[in-house]
């Protein structure tokens, strides 16, 4: 993605629309931009074409994923107004506590999600299949924090599907690349297995969870995690009917990375947006 | 043992067959997470022994053949100590 190396901007404040919602200045959209064309480095490095997923995704094929059991507090719902409210708002009326209609499509929480559900079916073959795509996710929290944790953000993911050995395989170049790509910027990465926060906290899927780790964090000096590579065992292939060939369902995982978290961890480590944005363009420039 | 394939086979009505005893268990997600739990306390049924998690290794329930191993035979019991999980059995 081409960006303006004009990141100079008159005296004016672009303000916060509310907790969680942050308009980038020029110095950090192109901290942001420039970072995921680096990230996108390993979809190249793995020969995974580039798609874009769909903005919305339908609550019927994220309830097959077990979406909503694991993660019902996180869906931020896509609703409309009904009719019977639109000659109200028309002539003016406040829309703040008119009741929304479902459409039966949440916003994506992540960027795989929008990727497995248009493969629903397919046979990905003996030797797998790769995609990369960037997209903006969205997740209720209970609490916002600057770019650590946003209502939405930038999630850059590259998925795999096929075998068993593949998934892991995938699962181990892109935690290489991430630990690449954190030398190239200056940033120091602490590598640790995680789990997703489930409802169930405690409960089985923990506790299973806790024996055989499917996720892994790589997370700056203060504690934010700014990328994972994480395991789904055949779930997806399962639920979905993709399959691998003769291997039956398919085996899958990817590498994520929150690219706002990036620029978060890029600023954090050498002091200021301009600073953090020179040592990313000096880190292009050397490769 | 019966007891055990009987419940993969609940869990897993599309399961044709009998279930090998070195078929990963977890990887193949014939035990699935949501269900691990339940897993757990069919083992402490059938063994009458409770099973500390703390003590355990993923390979423990990888596969039928290691679950015999360490939850079910008794000279397993006997000669494996908990907590020393990776020493074979019998």
């Known amino acids: 993605m081409n960006t303006s190396s004009i990141t100079a901007l008159p005296d004016i404040e672009l303000k916060s629309p509310g907790a969680g919602l942050i308009t980038l200045d020029p110095v950090r959209t192109a901290l942001l931009r420039g970072l995921d064309d680096l990230l996108t480095g390993l979809a190249a490095q793995l020969s995974a074409p580039e798609v874009v997923g769909p903005p919305l995704l339908s609550v019927d094929g994220l309830a097959r994923l077990d979406f909503f059991r694991n993660f019902p507090h996180l869906g931020v719902s896509a609703g409309r107004f009904g009719p019977d409210v639109l000659d109200g708002l028309a002539s003016g009326g406040s829309p703040q506590d008119l009741p929304l209609q479902p459409t039966g499509h949440v916003l994506p929480s992540a960027t795989c999600y929008g990727l497995l559900l248009s493969l629903e079916g397919a046979d990905v073959g003996e030797d797998g299949l790769r995609l990369s795509a960037a997209g903006r996710c969205f997740r209720n929290e209970t609490h916002y924090d600057g770019l650590r944790r946003l209502w939405g953000f930038h999630m850059r993911e590259v998925l795999y599907l096929g075998t068993k050995d593949g998934a892991t395989e995938h699962q181990a170049r892109g935690g290489e690349f991430v630990q690449q790509v954190a030398g190239r910027l200056g940033l120091t990465l602490t590598r640790a297995a995680a789990d997703d926060p489930f409802y169930d906290n405690g409960g089985s899927r923990a506790r299973l969870m806790a024996l055989d780790p499917v996720k892994y964090e790589y997370s700056a000096p203060d504690g934010t995690a700014i990328a994972s590579v994480n395991r789904h065992r055949n779930f997806f292939g399962e639920r979905l009917s993709i399959r691998a060939g003769s291997h039956g369902p398919a085996y899958s995982s990817c590498v994520a990375f929150g690219v706002e978290r990036w620029v978060h961890a890029m600023i954090l480590a050498h002091g200021t947006a301009e600073q953090a944005l020179e040592r990313l363009r000096a880190a292009v420039a050397g490769s | ?90």
């Open chain 2, 1 to 90: 043992m019966d007891q055990v394939s009987a419940w993969l086979h609940e869990k897993n009505p599309g399961l044709d067959g009998p279930i090998g005893v070195d078929e990963d268990l977890i990887e193949a997600r014939l035990i699935d997470s949501m269900d691990f739990l339940e897993f757990i306390d069919l083992l402490e049924e059938i063994s009458g022994t409770s099973i500390d998690l703390q003590e355990v290794t993923i390979d423990d329930f990888r596969t039928l053949a290691r679950v015999q191993e360490r939850f079910l035979d008794p000279a397993g019991h006997a000669e494996v100590p908990a907590g020393h999980a990776e020493v074979p059995a019998g």
